[in-house]
């Protein structure tokens, strides 16, 4: 059975860097199979696809939030990571680690317990 | 971006009841929709990929449909189990989330 379990910092200053990172038990996360991707949730948004990350090394991110986020592996670790730069508090939110399956179901079909994370000074 | 809106916004109904929830995208997305179920303080549970199919382990009292920019789900008769919130996602371009439906118990 696969697990995956979010930790960091649940306070983050505005204009600082939010840092993540998604360990992943009970599957290798180099796995051809598989991405590995981001979601968040909060009360004004919803729910929000931010990116993913295949064992190659692709990357996807949702367009709103290409130009701050950066996702990466550490295959030694089984673990990746979200960075999200220039944070205000509207990133404030309940961050999910999740796979998605590169073929059927196509979709997220394992995600973690989540990390609230709040943006203020 | 391809955006989702969900009807109803909250629905209440009986134990048994038979109910629908439409999901409408802004432009057609042929059947790349999943539908989600979250209950509270739990992540979401993937329940149907590709508009119809069924995600391992769902009860076939959930069933999914449609194609191109409606889509519906609906759950055939209505267990205690079921009363949660239901999230509709497209992936024919990037991915995004409906805003959620609110099923409660009547």
């Known amino acids: 059975q696969v697990h995956l379990q979010e930790s960091g910092p649940g306070l983050v200053k505005p204009s600082e860097t939010l840092s993540l990172t998604c360990t992943v038990s009970?599957?290798?996360?180099?796995?051809?199979?598989?991405?590995w991707g981001w979601i968040r949730q909060s009360p004004g948004k919803g729910l929000e696809w931010i990116g993913s990350?295949?064992?190659?090394?692709?990357?996807y991110y949702y367009p709103s939030f290409k130009s701050r986020v950066t996702i990466s592996l550490d295959t030694s670790r089984n673990q990746f990571s979200l960075r999200l730069t220039s944070v205000t508090a509207s990133d404030t939110a309940l961050y999910y680690c999740?796979?998605?399956?590169?073929?059927?179901?196509?979709?997220?079909?394992?995600w973690g317990q989540g990390t609230l994370v709040t943006v203020s000074s | 971006d391809i955006q989702l809106t969900q009807s109803p916004s909250t629905l209440s109904a009986f134990v048994g009841d038979r109910v629908t929830i439409t999901c409408r995208a802004s432009?057609?997305?042929?059947?790349?929709l999943a539908w989600y179920q979250q209950k509270p303080g739990k992540a979401p549970k993937l329940l149907v990929y590709?508009?119809?199919n069924l995600g391992s382990g769902v009860p076939s009292r959930f069933s999914g449909g449609g194609s191109g920019t409606e889509f519906t789900l609906s759950i055939s008769s209505l267990q205690p189990d079921d009363f949660a919130t239901y999230f509709c996602?497209?992936?024919?371009?990037?991915?995004?989330f409906g805003p959620g439906t609110k099923v409660e118990i009547k």
């Open positions: 996602q497209q992936y024919d371009i990037h991915r995004s």
């Open positions: 009970g599957g290798s996360i180099s796995s051809s199979s598989y991405y």
């Open positions: 990350i295949h064992y190659s090394g692709a990357t």
């Open positions: 590709q508009a119809s």
């Open positions: 432009q057609g997305i042929g059947t790349y």
């Open positions: 999740a796979r998605r399956a590169g073929a059927s179901p196509f979709n997220f079909d394992y």
